[in-house]
T-cell receptor
Framework: AQKITQTQPGMFVQEKEAVTLDCTYD???????LFWYKQPSSGEMIFLIY??????QNATEGRYSLNFQKARKSANLVISASQLGDSAMYFC?????????????FGAGTQVVVTP | NAGVTQTPKFQVLKTGQSMTLQCAQD?????MSWYRQDPGMGLRLIHY???????DQGEVPNGYNVSRSTTEDFPLRLLSAAPSQTSVYFC???????????FGSGTRLTVV
């Protein structure tokens, strides 16, 4: 069984600063994918970034980067130069093809508030 | 190109009523899933499908049915609504892992 843990229920960060959101996972599958999603107060789920377990390099997407430490089973999201529009709930999730790509397991989420 | 379309956006049901939440995608994606989101919790998988005609249960399937007769549509049926099914429901479709899942805008369901 897969499990995703996000230990930070909420964080405050000042505008223009970087913030790291923690995510640890547990799986016995050798092949898996890790995802980060943003959910603003409007409620939609926005895909941010993906990391495959066999990817050699950490994923980056604009101001988002994923600090992937496979041995420690962690996949932390780093948001650089925070903006007020980054205030949202952030979810870490994983899926494994040996189970099914159709099954996405989510963490409980981290609420980020960006202050001026 | 609408992506994933969910209807309705809001619904109030009485206990014991049945209804179908609609989900349609225009991206020809094989994988589709239904999730529910309760306050303070992440999304939990209800049912998923790996292609037309193939569905399977997720983490919280009780009280819900699905079918996938076409690639485009993946409706979720509540058989006999209960207050515990009050939640926000999301449908999602996956093209490929690198692209992430595309989510619908959600259905806020209240069962009274």
């Amino acid at each position: 069984a897969q499990k995703i843990t996000q230990t930070q229920p909420g964080m405050f960060v000042q505008e223009k600063e970087a913030v790291t959101l923690d995510c640890t996972y547990d799986t016995s599958d050798p092949s898996y994918g890790l995802f980060w999603y943003k959910q603003p107060s409007s409620g939609e789920m926005i895909f941010l970034i993906y990391q495959g377990s066999y990817d050699q390099q950490n994923a980056t997407e604009g101001r988002y980067s994923l600090n992937f430490q496979k041995a420690r089973k962690s996949a932390n999201l780093v948001i650089s130069a925070s903006q007020l529009g980054d205030s949202a709930m952030y979810f870490c999730a994983m899926s494994a093809p040996t189970d099914s790509w159709g099954k996405l397991q989510f963490g409980a989420g981290t609420q980020v508030v960006v202050t001026p | 190109n609408a992506g994933v379309t969910q209807t309705p956006k809001f619904q109030v049901l009485k206990t014991g009523q049945s209804m179908t939440l609609q989900c349609a995608q225009d991206m020809n994606h094989e994988y589709m899933s239904w999730y529910r989101q309760d306050p303070g919790m992440g999304l939990r998988l209800i049912h998923y499908s790996v292609g037309a005609g193939i569905t399977d249960q997720g983490e919280v399937p009780n009280g819900y049915n699905v079918s996938r007769s076409t690639t485009e549509d993946f409706p979720l049926r509540l058989l006999s609504a209960a207050p515990s099914q009050t939640s926000v429901y999301f449908c999602a479709a996956l093209k490929g892992a690198n692209y992430g899942y595309t989510f619908g805008s959600g259905t806020r369901l209240t069962v009274v």
